[in-house]
């Protein structure tokens, strides 16, 4: 029974070399506007929203206060500092 070598096709590669014409320089990069809104969004129409009516807020009353006592003579000392803002 004879052999069949069989030999693997070979590939021929294209070796590709960018033109030094069309090579990109660091000042010729576009970059995106990271500020600038999603490309194809449109401009919305806007509708006037009305805010409901709210009741302006209390004037905060500061302070703090200072408490210190025994419930008896015996009695370990309770008490502390309350801040209010």
Request: charged share 25%; no cysteine.
């Given at each position: 029974?004879?052999?069949?070598?069989?030999?693997?096709?070979?590939?021929?590669?294209?070796?590709?070399?960018?033109?030094?014409?069309?090579?990109?320089?660091?000042?010729h990069i576009a970059f995106s506007n990271p500020y600038a809104p999603p490309v194809g969004a449109g401009k919305?129409?806007?509708?006037?929203?009305?805010?409901?009516?709210?009741?302006?807020?209390?004037?905060?009353?500061?302070?703090?206060?200072?408490?210190?006592?025994?419930?008896?003579?015996?009695?370990?000392?309770?008490?502390?500092?309350?801040?209010?803002?």
């Open positions: 029974m004879p052999q069949n070598s069989v030999q693997p096709h070979r590939t021929k590669a294209k070796i590709v070399k960018p033109d030094a014409s069309k090579a990109a320089s660091p000042g919305l129409k806007s509708t006037d929203f009305t805010l409901p009516e709210r009741p302006l807020p209390a004037d905060p009353q500061g302070g703090f206060s200072i408490t210190a006592g025994r419930e008896s003579p015996d009695a370990p000392m309770t008490g502390g500092l309350k801040f209010r803002f």
